[in-house]
C-alpha cells in the first residue's frame, strides 16, 4: 500500500522562486494536512482540508497556499520562496477527526531556500 | 505559545529497562492525546492515544498515563528496545478540532 505520498523528497530553491509541494493519498481518506518541521521544533500546521474543495489555514499559513480538487491530492504552493520557509514539510492524511484516529504522514520533503 | 510542550529534548536508557517520556499540556480544552514515533527520513507514525475520559491506556509494551489535574500525561515504554530509539512526539487536540498540536519531540536512545 502506497499510503501518502510525497513528492519530491529534497528541493533546493533560491529566494523568490515558487514550487509546488505534491502530496496524494490512496486511502480514500477525506482530511489531509500540511506540516513543516523546524530543527528542534514540534510540527506546525499550515494549511488542512476536511474534504475536496474545503481548505483551511492552520498556524502558520503566511506564505502558502493550497487547493483540494479531489479527495486524494493536497498540493501545497509556495508562491515567494524566503530563507524562513526552509524546513521539512510533511504531508498527512486521516479519515475523520484526529481524535483516537490516527494519521497517516508522508515521507516529508526537506526544502532549503538559499 | 507553547500549549504543549516536551521539556526533555533527549533520553538515554538501557535495553530492557524502562522508558518514560513526558509531555505537559495548557490548554485545559484538549481532550484527546496521541504519541507518534518518528525515524530520521520518515514521517511520524501513530503509537497510541488516550482519551480524557481514561488515565491510563495499554497497548503491548506501550502505556500512557494522564493526570488531567496536573496536565500532564507520559508515556512509558517497557520493556525498551533498540528499535524504540526515535524521537517521540507528543499531541493533543480537542474532540471537534480536525487538527493536532504537537510538542516539540523528545530523542529517545536506547542503549545495549
Known amino acids: 500500500n502506497a499510503g501518502v505520498t510525497q513528492t519530491p523528497k529534497f528541493r533546493i530553491l533560491k529566494i523568490g522562486q515558487s514550487m509546488t509541494l505534491q502530496c496524494t493519498q490512496d486511502?480514500?481518506?477525506?482530511?489531509m494536512y500540511w506540516y513543516r518541521q523546524d530543527p528542534g521544533m514540534g510540527l506546525k500546521l499550515i494549511y488542512y482540508?476536511?474534504?475536496?474543495?474545503?481548505?483551511d489555514k492552520g498556524e502558520v499559513p503566511n506564505g502558502y497556499n493550497v487547493s483540494r480538487s479531489t479527495t486524494e491530492d493536497f498540493p501545497l504552493r509556495l508562491e515567494l520562496a524566503a530563507p524562513s520557509q526552509t524546513s521539512v514539510y510533511f504531508c498527512?492524511?486521516?479519515?475523520?477527526?484526529?481524535?483516537?484516529?490516527?494519521?497517516?504522514f508522508g515521507q516529508g520533503t526537506r526544502l532549503t531556500v538559499v | 505559545d507553547q500549549q504543549v510542550k516536551q521539556n526533555s529534548p533527549s533520553l538515554s536508557v538501557q535495553e530492557g529497562r524502562i522508558s518514560i517520556l513526558n509531555c505537559d499540556y495548557t490548554n485545559s480544552m484538549f481532550d484527546y492525546f496521541l504519541w507518534y514515533k518518528k525515524y530520521p527520513a520518515e514521517g511520524p507514525t501513530f503509537l497510541i492515544s488516550i482519551s480524557s475520559i481514561k488515565d491510563k491506556n495499554e497497548d503491548g509494551r506501550f502505556t500512557v498515563f494522564l493526570n488531567k489535574s496536573a496536565k500532564h500525561l507520559s508515556l512509558h515504554i517497557v520493556p525498551s528496545q533498540p528499535g524504540d530509539s526515535a524521537v517521540y512526539f507528543c499531541?493533543?487536540?480537542?474532540?471537534?478540532?480536525?487538527?493536532?498540536?504537537f510538542g516539540t519531540g523528545t530523542r529517545l536512545q536506547v542503549t545495549l
Open positions: 482540508s476536511v474534504g475536496a474543495g474545503i481548505t
Open positions: 498527512a492524511s486521516s479519515k475523520q477527526v484526529l481524535t483516537n484516529t490516527e494519521a497517516f
Open positions: 486511502m480514500n481518506h477525506n482530511y
Open positions: 499531541a493533543a487536540n480537542t474532540g471537534t478540532a480536525s487538527k493536532l498540536t
